[in-house]
């Protein structure tokens, strides 16, 4: 038997190597080309909302478009949970299966990691048909009943879209956690990035040269997946240089395997699908309560996209902790276990406090930029006082997103779902309700409650994290 997995492993790639050796390195080789890729990713995102915003009007002054301005950046603000949502289920479910396939070749058990690759792959293609169908359908019941403004027949038209090719939203975050999950990082960065560069140059095409708005902005975002979808369909199936090999032909479902990714990839999905209903019902907050109107829905949507960019090193960096501690758990190597979750939380605090002081600097200049098409006169100071508050639980955050990635990775899913839940739906709604009554604007109150929400639920996981891993310790000694 040992003959034969030594002979499974002999050729084994850079990333497993990678994966099963020194975690401080190995969080760095895998987090660092998933960081870049995340940048390229957010800076599309940056890039996206100025064209929506109307500020490619002043490049394409023969465009004659109408779905641009503060009410299309409400419009994909109506849209953003739901294509979260989407994204947080892909996600989720590919930390359950990159968790496993981690765990599997930290055991040495090359079949079982070929066994959830094709597993993985099935479950994409289920979900996803499930997904598309069900919101393409109830796209107009959804948006009508959030909002009643010209905000929610944009949100409709670029819903739609994005609906209708979903798919290729679920197999970009599949297959790019199966290529972490055995530690190639580097062509997962390339994916993602491809995607967003295309995204970045069809923009102002689909925009303004085709004069088609917001929903040319779908268009060019599931276009650009598309492109993207069928690269990784070539690394993966044809090319067949990848660690794990997938064999379709005597496919069957297997309880066990089955299990092992829905144990980690059902709550992961949870948890970031809390993070679009939170957004959700945040929206409805922000109009229905707190009055804030489509000018609070742009301000939270354009702002929280600033947010994503600050805490991109972090996310960048839990993907490797995913990866790393799912190796070292499978190895049964506990000391290596907490050295690189512990590097992990210290490398990004140390960054979230950089960040932190940077944005708060710049606030004022990122709010005029978002501003220059934005006819509501508070617009660009609403923004850069969104931005001033909310950069002041970036360093905590290192906290609770490393101790989320270090239970997926070690097959704990309903921990790090817990912990994530605390700061979302419990701590960031009720105390949405509580401070809208003692803030004049009341969304000002919204925006202190995220912070307040993220510093507690942060501290709380990684409180929780260090005893888990302490209680490892003390079970193999």
């Not at 499974?8 to 990678?18: A, C, I, L, P, R």
């Not at 290529?179 to 970045?200: F, P, W």
């Not at 960040?355 to 004022?364: G, S």
């Not at 990684?462 to 310790?473: E, T």
Request: hydrophobic share 55%; net charge positive.
């Amino acid at each position: 038997m040992s003959c034969r997995v030594d002979k499974e492993f002999s050729d084994k790639t850079k990333g497993v190597e990678t994966l099963l050796g020194e975690p401080k390195k190995a969080i760095i080789k895998l987090a660092v080309p998933m960081i870049i890729a995340m940048s390229v990713q957010t800076v599309y995102n940056f890039v996206d909302a100025l064209w929506v915003s109307g500020l490619g009007s002043n490049i394409f002054t023969s465009a004659n478009v109408s779905d641009i301005g503060e009410g299309a950046l409400a419009a994909i603000g109506l849209v953003l949970p739901f294509f979260m949502m989407a994204i947080a289920i892909s996600i989720g479910m590919g930390v359950g299966s990159g968790s496993a396939i981690s765990r599997r070749i930290g055991s040495k058990d090359k079949k079982g990691a070929d066994n959830v690759a094709i597993h993985s792959i099935m479950f994409t293609i289920i979900i996803a048909a499930v997904f598309s169908v069900l919101f393409f359908v109830f796209a107009d019941q959804i948006f009508t009943s959030i909002s009643s403004s010209d905000s929610a027949r944009m949100a409709i038209s670029y819903g739609r879209v994005i609906f209708a090719f979903s798919f290729f939203i679920f197999f970009i975050n599949m297959a790019t956690a199966i290529l972490r999950g055995e530690g190639d990082a580097k062509r997962a960065m390339y994916a993602i990035i491809l995607g967003s560069i295309l995204n970045i140059f069809l923009d102002p095409i689909f925009i303004f040269t085709f004069g088609w708005g917001v929903t040319g902005a779908a268009y060019a975002t599931m276009l650009s997946m598309g492109i993207s979808s069928l690269i990784l369909v070539y690394w993966l199936f044809f090319r067949k240089d990848t660690f794990v090999t997938f064999k379709f032909k005597a496919f069957r479902f297997k309880k066990d395997i089955v299990f092992d990714i829905f144990r980690v990839g059902l709550p992961a999905s949870f948890q970031q699908v809390s993070m679009s209903i939170t957004m959700l019902i945040i929206n409805i907050i922000i109009v229905k309560i707190a009055m804030g109107g489509d000018n609070g829905l742009a301000v939270y949507t354009t702002g929280w996209r600033v947010v994503m960019i600050a805490v991109l090193p972090l996310l960048g960096m839990a993907t490797a902790v995913v990866s790393v501690s799912g190796a070292a758990y499978g190895a049964k190597s506990y000391g290596k276990l907490n050295t690189g979750f512990m590097f992990s939380v210290k490398l990004g605090l140390l960054i979230e406090i950089f960040v932190a002081a940077l944005i708060f600097f710049i606030a004022p200049f990122v709010a005029l930029v978002f501003s220059s098409s934005i006819s509501t006169p508070t617009f660009t100071s609403d923004l850069e006082t969104f931005i001033k508050i909310t950069c002041l639980f970036y360093p905590g955050a290192a906290m609770g997103i490393m101790s989320s990635a270090m239970f997926q990775g070690v097959g704990k899913g309903t921990y790090s779902l817990a912990s994530t839940l605390l700061r979302t739906l419990i701590l960031t709604v009720i105390l949405s309700l509580i401070l809208i009554n003692y803030f004049e604007p009341a969304i000002i109150g919204i925006w202190w409650a995220l912070v307040f929400a993220n510093l507690t639920g942060s501290f709380v996981s990684f409180a929780w994290a260090k005893l888990y891993i302490r209680g490892l310790k003390k079970t193999t000694a």
